[in-house]
């Protein structure tokens, strides 16, 4: 087996709940198109205050794996 490639893209998770909920808004959505998801990387955290609301916005950088054509038809 050959060793992976990865491709990196970065993704903003947004949540009224926390931190943790907009990271995993983001994977949860990611994960709905693309295969191969190996690892994140929080790259920012910030909020926006709104009539005294506070919605959250995490950056995250995805890597998922390119799979083959026997990946591809496997998974």
């Known amino acids: 087996m050959s060793s992976p ?3 990196l893209i ?3 998770g947004v949540s009224e709940q926390g931190t ?9 959505r990611a994960g709905e198109t693309l ?5 994140f990387q929080v790259t920012e955290t910030r909020g926006i205050v709104q009539d ?5 916005q995490v950056t995250i950088r995805i890597g998922f794996r ?5 990946e591809l038809h496997d998974a």
């Open 10 to 12: 970065d993704l903003v």
């Open 35 to 39: 295969k191969g998801i190996d690892w």
């Open 52 to 56: 005294g609301r506070i919605t959250f």
């Open 20 to 28: 943790d909920d907009a990271i995993k808004n983001a994977l949860a």
């Open 5 to 7: 490639t990865y491709k």
């Open 66 to 70: 390119l799979l083959s054509d026997a």
